[in-house]
């Protein structure tokens, strides 16, 4: 301590004596911060952490009063996170300033302790009697105690960062899809990094030289990300210079950008700025909340020994939100998150490649299954045009019995027209756009191309799919490929006098729909490998129709449960979330 400064002078910490008090250190200080230590050294809420140390400081030192203080960016720059007893007032504007490490007087009766994390002064722990004059030894003491809480909560931070690493490794084992892990590494730098703004994942297209958003998440309002399928033109030389993994950060200085991480990205930051709306202006129409301007940004390329892969942007609204904390922490999940991502996109490439030969082998399929009922309707036209030709020639011809005989050739080619018309849209149906479709539509798209095949077979064809269902947000020639998976399915099941029926419900937020027949069914050990890939039990089957059905399934968020039985027929159940909203955290 500084000999010179006076004793009734606290200082800029508070950390003088004052009269009156024993210059003596708490009695079982050290047992109470063991017991401490033991008790909270598993809890992984940083909140109940700080609190219990405040609490322990008011007891330890008879203090009425207590507070858990954080830093925030912005004008005000803290966050009064707890009170004890609740609505006690206390000087924001120097409990700002003291955290800031400006010089600050600190009243005797007040003690504080600052908490550093993330890589900067974070929060304070304040405890306060009006009664009491605290010396040097009771605030070398509160200070040990936001010491042990600051270790526990360094504890906290990197427990989380292990939680994040091991559920974007999780993915990686589940093989998610490329889309599925872009939100889990979004929600997971959320939980550490906090950002208030936004984050988004850009895919690089390498034959355009573009970037696109493929995964967005918005923190300052509970919302869908609104630019992903955006492109943004990359510049050759930011290209270039992407091809290695690194963070840069910048901070908004006025209407430009700053960079604080002295990387050579000139430019980059005026491209990640692509909200248009930001200045001013509302997403969602009139009546909906401003979009505040990012003022903080962290960019982190995604490359790998091939190049650019893609890019992670995290944004906050204040300048000064990052640190080199951030910047660190990011750098470690980068060569994770690029290897990860590839693999996400090898993967998916291969499973389009293999939907592709589906849909071929479906169409070969389907040509075979409707063979029949095309030469049907088609061999009953015939002998009632050259009857009616045969009419004319004679001179024997009857207008009655030739508008019946039309009619008939009428209905023959229309259905002709819709097991051709339907095939042809089921193999045209390759763009990968999801939109808004109706349930009600796939269905009969599916029906068009069986319906004539069951009522042939003589099996009863039941449909009950309400015409006011939600829409579902997805690829049409998707959910048209899965029903006629299972349509086909059922025909091959069924006979003379058994039912195939199709039914679709909405409840509880799920879209369910059912396609089940009273057919010949599954045995047990066949049921346990039907959604194997290349597994069948059809002489010329290809074996991937149910593995192409659960792979539709799981892409739109959904459900996929099969149950079966021998003689008593087999139930296929696929349920989808009505809201297509992404992931948030």
């Known amino acids: 301590m500084n000999p010179d400064r006076k004793r009734n002078d606290p200082g800029p910490a508070g950390e003088a004596e004052a009269p009156g008090v024993p210059s003596a250190a708490v009695p079982g200080l050290v047992h109470h911060l063991w017991q401490f230590r033991l008790q909270y050294r598993e809890v992984r809420e940083d909140d109940k952490v700080l609190r219990a140390a405040t609490k322990l400081a008011m007891d330890l030192f008879g203090a009425a009063e207590g507070a858990v203080v954080v830093g925030e960016p912005g004008p005000v720059g803290i966050k009064?996170?707890?009170?004890?007893?609740?609505?006690?007032?206390?000087?924001?504007?120097?409990?700002?300033?003291?955290?800031?490490?400006?010089?600050?007087?600190?009243?005797?009766e007040l003690m504080l302790a600052r908490i550093r994390r993330k890589g900067r002064m974070w929060g304070i722990l304040a405890v306060r009697d009006a009664r009491k004059e605290f010396n040097w030894d009771s605030r070398q003491a509160f200070s040990m105690i936001g010491s042990v809480a600051n270790e526990i909560i360094d504890g906290v931070d990197r427990e989380r960062i292990r939680e994040v690493r091991a559920r974007v490794d999780r993915k990686i084992l589940e093989q998610s899809l490329p889309k599925h892990l872009s939100y889990e590494l979004l929600h997971g730098i959320r939980s550490l990094t906090g950002y208030d703004h936004s984050a988004a994942l850009l895919i690089h297209d390498g034959e355009s030289g573009s970037l696109e958003i493929v995964a967005e998440q918005i923190a300052w309002r509970k919302a869908k990300g609104r630019n992903v399928g955006r492109k943004l033109p990359l510049p050759p030389p930011l290209r270039e210079v992407l091809d290695r993994p690194y963070v840069c950060g910048?901070?908004?200085?006025?209407?430009?950008?700053?960079?604080?991480?002295?990387?050579?990205?000139?430019?980059?930051?005026?491209?990640?700025?692509?909200?248009?709306?930001?200045?001013?202006?509302?997403?969602?129409?009139?009546?909906?909340?401003?979009?505040?301007?990012?003022?903080?940004?962290?960019?982190?390329?995604?490359?790998?020994?091939?190049?650019?892969?893609?890019?992670l942007k995290i944004a906050s609204v204040h300048p000064g939100a990052f640190c080199g904390y951030e910047v660190d922490l990011i750098s470690q999940f980068l060569p994770q998150a690029a290897v990860a991502l590839q693999n996400a996109q090898r993967a998916e490439l291969l499973e389009r490649r293999v939907?592709?030969?589906?849909r071929k082998h479906a169409m070969a399929e389907l040509a075979r299954g409707v063979s029949h009922d095309v030469n049907n309707a088609l061999g009953a036209v015939l002998p009632m045009v050259q009857q009616l030709v045969a009419e004319l020639d004679d001179g024997d011809f009857d207008a009655t019995t030739a508008a019946e005989d039309l009619r008939r050739v009428e209905r023959s080619i229309q259905v002709c027209k819709r097991i051709f018309g339907a095939m042809v849209h089921?193999?045209?149906?390759?763009?990968?756009?999801?939109?808004?479709?109706?349930?009600?539509?796939?269905?009969?798209?599916?029906?068009?191309?069986?319906r004539e095949?069951?009522?042939?077979?003589?099996?009863?064809?039941?449909?009950?799919v309400p015409a006011d269902l939600p829409p579902l947000l997805a690829v049409q020639a998707d959910v048209e490929q899965l029903l006629i998976n299972l349509l086909s399915n059922a025909r091959d099941a069924t006979g003379p006098g058994q039912s195939v029926a199709i039914r679709a419900r909405c409840g509880n937020g799920v879209l369910e729909v059912v396609v089940?027949?009273?057919?010949?069914?599954?045995?047990?050990?066949?049921?346990?490998?039907?959604?194997?890939?290349?597994?069948?039990?059809?002489?010329?089957?290809?074996?991937?129709?149910?593995?192409?059905?659960?792979?539709?399934?799981?892409?739109?968020?959904?459900?996929?449960?099969?149950?079966?039985?021998?003689?008593?027929?087999?139930?296929?159940?696929?349920?989808?979330?009505?809201?297509?909203?992404?992931?948030?955290?």
């Open 80 to 108: 009064l996170q707890a009170a004890i007893p609740e609505g006690s007032g206390w000087d924001r504007t120097m409990l700002s300033e003291f955290l800031r490490g400006r010089k600050v007087r600190v009243p005797p």
């Open 453 to 464: 095949a069951l009522v042939r077979r003589g099996v009863v064809l039941t449909v009950d």
């Open 250 to 311: 910048f901070d908004r200085n006025g209407k430009g950008w700053v960079n604080w991480t002295g990387t050579d990205t000139a430019g980059l930051a005026e491209l990640l700025d692509y909200d248009d709306e930001a200045e001013g202006g509302r997403a969602g129409g009139p009546e909906a909340p401003p979009v505040p301007a990012e003022g903080a940004i962290l960019c982190a390329s995604l490359a790998t020994k091939g190049g650019l892969l893609g890019i």
């Open 355 to 358: 939907l592709i030969a589906e």
């Open 426 to 450: 089921f193999a045209r149906g390759t763009a990968r756009n999801p939109s808004a479709i109706a349930l009600g539509h796939a269905v009969d798209g599916a029906l068009a191309i069986f």
């Open 516 to 585: 089940e027949d009273d057919g010949c069914g599954m045995p047990a050990e066949h049921l346990a490998r039907v959604k194997e890939p290349f597994f069948t039990t059809k002489a010329n089957g290809s074996g991937l129709g149910l593995a192409i059905c659960r792979s539709i399934v799981a892409e739109l968020r959904g459900q996929f449960h099969i149950e079966s039985s021998p003689g008593a027929g087999t139930r296929v159940r696929a349920a989808f979330p009505i809201s297509q909203e992404e992931p948030g955290p």
